[in-house]
């Protein structure tokens, strides 16, 4: 008797569903989590004043000041501080065509291959980051009719990028596992 395909899904678990994680990933797993809710609460302000402007300009004919400033600097918050969170639940678009027809041993080496390389990427974009949020920090720029500094703003990127980055170690860290035992 074969087993019903529930009770094959329910055998195979990840260390996120086991509570096998070290303190290593269950600290990068509490920042991941931390920086979703700061990204949930950004997208849930850009909600509240995109309706506060649109009532404000097509109701009182007064819109409110800075909204497509603050969409600017949100928007992206948005996306960078929930980039860690969904490359933990490994809920990123992925077109696995080639991907999943290959044997268990070369698809966690293509694994380490691509995910060493988004390492890297997002390294030198965190790297970036950094540095331009100086520069601003430096030449003291503000976002013009609201007067944030905008060095501020440019610390989602680094902050995004790092928290991401420490996911990807630890991805690197599971594949690695995967390749030495061969599944």
């Known amino acids: 008797m074969h087993p019903s395909p529930s009770a094959a899904k329910d055998t195979r678990r990840t260390d996120l569903e086991t509570n ?3 303190p290593f990933e269950k600290w990068i797993a509490r920042i991941s989590h931390v920086l979703i809710y700061f990204s949930a609460g950004f997208l849930l302000a850009m909600l509240f004043l995109g309706t506060a402007d649109i009532i404000g300009r097509y109701l009182f ?8 400033e603050i969409f600017e600097v949100l928007l992206p918050a948005i996306v960078l501080l929930g980039l860690a969170y969904t490359q ?3 809920a990123h678009i992925a077109i696995d065509l080639f991907y999943s027809h290959l044997p268990p041993k070369p698809r966690a080496i293509l694994g380490f291959a691509t995910t ?8 030198l974009m965190g790297w970036q980051g950094i540095l331009q949020s100086t520069l601003h920090r430096q030449t003291g720029s503000v976002i013009t009719n609201i007067g ?5 703003t440019r610390l989602f990127v680094p902050i995004g990028a790092f928290a991401i980055l420490l996911v990807l170690i630890v991805d690197l860290r599971h594949l690695l596992t995967q390749i030495r ?3």
Not at 116 to 123: K, S, Y
Not at 148 to 152: A, M, Q, S
């Open 61 to 68: 004919r007064k819109p409110v000041v800075g909204t497509v």
């Open 88 to 90: 933990q639940k490994k």
């Open 181 to 183: 035992k061969g599944n």
């Open 20 to 22: 096998e994680m070290g």
């Open 116 to 123: 060493c390389w988004a390492v890297v990427l997002f390294g």
């Open 148 to 152: 944030v500094p905008l060095f501020l």
